[in-house]
């Protein structure tokens, strides 16, 4: 190998909510402080990628693009700037480009989207193609959409295409054995063969580099003694309706109830919230908080939408959970509720069956800890460092050197 460290880069395309971000994010640690020590950088689309400075190391920084929004109709649009919508990606495109170029990195890990957001990460692709001695890795959730809707969209955006030109490998961040993206959504041959099933992400590791750099929510809560109910929105774009059921529910004696907004929820519907907490001191709001394993990790139990990293966070703390699905623009969530739901892990309710006196029932009655262990792969962490090193392996003959392995993180 190269005296120079490895050089990892990361895209999060964004959009809706933080998901993209959070998981590049572990993802970027874990290889970080693996034994392969690569520099990381993060080109992530969202504001907040600042708040999550104390929990990176010092080989980790991020760059930040011009923020892009969706509705409930699946219609995008810039989040903050007045620009024209042709005008944003172009900026998006080039600040991508340019920090490529700059950076070479060994290995890009692009989340989700292989030509990125509107086909913005192009010009980039094409460039380290041309350039030679970047390894181009897709990086995928367990689940993407109902399989109808991953095939068209997959169809009207050429992904098979990109990947078949720009990716060696393709790394699923789930379990097969409750989802087998590649059966359900029946990838072609040349397709599948590029996918390597890392297991699901367990979240409880990233608390580690946070417990002595922030300071615990939970202590200022002034949580009462019959514990803390935690509902978690995503994002929040569009978590009011659940946050708004939560808030009116009736919690169990003693219990302290603790809704986290998101950071897109919006003004008006936050006021209304934090006017009724005012009123009900069994209740608090939390507008935004970096690393809600934090408060994972103390909850007695779990409300909440059903995001990729917020179910991985039911699962690796093992908590009695209620999933509210999302089921618009996509059915990602609402088929991952339904699979964890059939073999026990979870409890869910349909959005259109949402309402305080659901969320009452459910809290009222006696919910076990779901039974996880042996049962769910979550060892994904500790499996990238080894894929990292076997995608290189060629080009860094050294790396045939391993095992590789995460160091405690």
Partial sequence: ?????????????????????????????????????????????????????????????????????????????????????????????????????????????????????????????????????????????????????????????????????????IWVYGDPSIYNLLIECQFPKDVASKVRYTGYLDQRPRLAPVEDEIVDPFERLEVSDGGLILCLVGGGQDGDRLAQAFIDSELPARTTGVIVAGPFMSLEALRKLTQQAAVRPCFRILRFIPEPGVLFARAKRVIAMGGYNTVCEVLSFAKPALIIPRVRPRREQIIRAQRLRDLDLIDMLHPEALSARALSDWMARDVAAPQVQGRIDLDGLSRLPGLLAELLADSHPALHEGPYYLDAI
Wanted: hydrophobic letters at 40%; glycine letters at 6%.
């Fill in 1 to 169: 190998m190269n005296s120079d460290k490895l050089r990892i880069a990361l895209y999060s395309p964004g959009i809706v909510g933080l998901g993209h971000l959070r998981r590049n994010l572990l993802i970027s640690q874990a290889l970080v402080k693996s034994s392969l020590q690569p520099v990381s950088l993060i080109i992530a689309e969202a504001r907040e990628a600042s708040a999550y400075v104390n929990t990176m190391p010092s080989e980790m920084d991020t760059v930040t693009l011009p923020g892009l929004s969706k509705n409930v109709n699946g219609e995008c649009k810039p989040r903050y700037l007045n620009l024209p919508f042709d005008e944003m990606i172009k900026l998006r495109s080039n600040v991508i480009r340019a920090t490529l170029e700059d950076f070479e990195p060994d290995v890009l890990i692009v989340d989700n989207l292989p030509r990125g957001a509107y086909r913005e990460l192009d010009p980039a692709l094409q460039y380290l193609k041309s350039k030679g001695g970047t390894r181009c890795v897709l990086g995928l959730r367990d689940v993407l959409d109902d399989p109808d809707a991953v095939q068209r969209d997959w169809c009207r955006w050429q992904n098979e295409l990109a990947i078949r030109e720009h990716y060696e490998a």
